[in-house]
């Protein structure tokens, strides 16, 4: 019989002996462990105003702002006579009536769950007095705040399988096994393992005939394992941390499926990794509307900062 249709006896031995040789590198893993002691951070970062330039402020989406200070930093550790502070945004006149925004009777803004749209000018006029028989005096301070968001970090993965005629039924029962044993492999990192691209194609080998050859491309993203509920460590927690984690298990993964075949009595199965052709590349890439620029917010450098119109002209 050809490569069509439901697999034959020779055909499950082939595919069964390539299972067992990816189950028995799977299982030479070590568990990994992961703590899960803390929750989620809290920001008590506090940023003061100047006289001199506008004072940038980088707020993640969906998320609180610092406490912004209707201060300088020289009057901040002095003693203000009858002060006066009011805020105005892009929108006019800022109130702690409004849900999204919170003044203190110190004059102290925090904007609550931050919003694209929120981005760009604010200003907060102090009136106050150094004793009580000066006249008042004015002050009138800057602030550019930028909404961001993190990049979208995440591996993508290429590799190549010596494979079976390409209108076969195992090439396609081996690629839903593959994604499933990769995806076991970083479960516990709480990533996934996505197919982007499967394409089978005949390759003339040097001095050699033509072979069946199957290119892979895969995703490897982790989740957020805040929004998931998930506590864990500060540091374990970052996705980027977890990311390398995840390169570092399914690299070794394709390493041992090498050893692993080269030590058992049986045959190569029809279907098997070809050593070498692994490749892992990062990817950081801001979602839609958004970039990342160091020279132009070197206080954010890795931050993908909305590029409205607004912001263009004040960067």
């Known amino acids: 019989m050809g490569g069509e249709g439901r697999p034959g006896a020779r055909g499950r031995l082939r595919l069964g002996l390539l299972l067992v040789l990816l189950q028995a590198a799977l299982a030479v893993q070590p568990s990994q462990g992961f703590l899960r002691s803390a ?32 201060v300088t930093n020289h009057l901040r550790n002095s003693e203000l006579i009858d002060p006066i502070f009011r805020w105005n945004g892009p929108s006019g006149y ?12 110190t004059g102290t803004l925090i904007l609550r769950r931050f919003k694209s749209h929120l981005s760009g000018v604010y200003n ?25 968001s993190d990049p979208q970090y995440y591996y993508e993965l290429t590799v190549r399988y010596h494979a079976a005629p390409c209108n076969s039924f195992y090439n396609i029962s081996f690629e839903k096994a593959l994604i499933q044993i990769l995806n076991k492999l970083v479960a516990e990192l709480s990533c996934e393992v996505m197919l ?26 982790c989740l957020d394992r805040e929004e998931n509920n998930r ?16 390169k570092y298990l399914i690299e070794r993964f394709f390493k041992q499926e090498v050893e692993v075949r080269k030590k058992t009595a049986e045959p190569l199965p029809e279907i098997y990794y070809i050593e ?11 979602y839609p509307g958004y970039g990342m620029n160091a020279l132009r917010h070197p206080g954010c450098p890795e931050c993908c900062e909305s590029k409205t119109p607004y912001h263009r002209q004040y960067n």
């Open 39 to 70: 929750g989620p951070r809290h920001n008590s970062l506090k940023i003061v105003g100047s006289i001199i330039f506008p004072v940038k402020v980088y707020v993640k989406l969906d998320h609180n702002s610092p406490r912004i200070l209707c």
């Open 94 to 105: 800022l109130s702690s009536e409004n849900s999204s925004v919170q003044i203190s009777p």
């Open 124 to 148: 907060c006029s102090l009136l106050y007095k150094l004793t009580a028989t000066q006249p008042d005096k004015k002050l009138i301070l800057k602030y550019l705040i930028y909404a961001y």
């Open 196 to 221: 982007i691209k499967s394409e089978c194609h005949h390759v003339k080998m040097q001095r050699g005939g033509l072979q069946n050859e199957m290119f892979f491309t895969f995703s490897v993203t």
């Open 231 to 246: 506590l864990c460590q500060r540091s374990a927690c970052d996705a980027s941390h977890r990311l390398n984690k995840a």
């Open 276 to 286: 070498g052709t692994l490749q892992m590349v990062w990817i950081d890439r801001c």
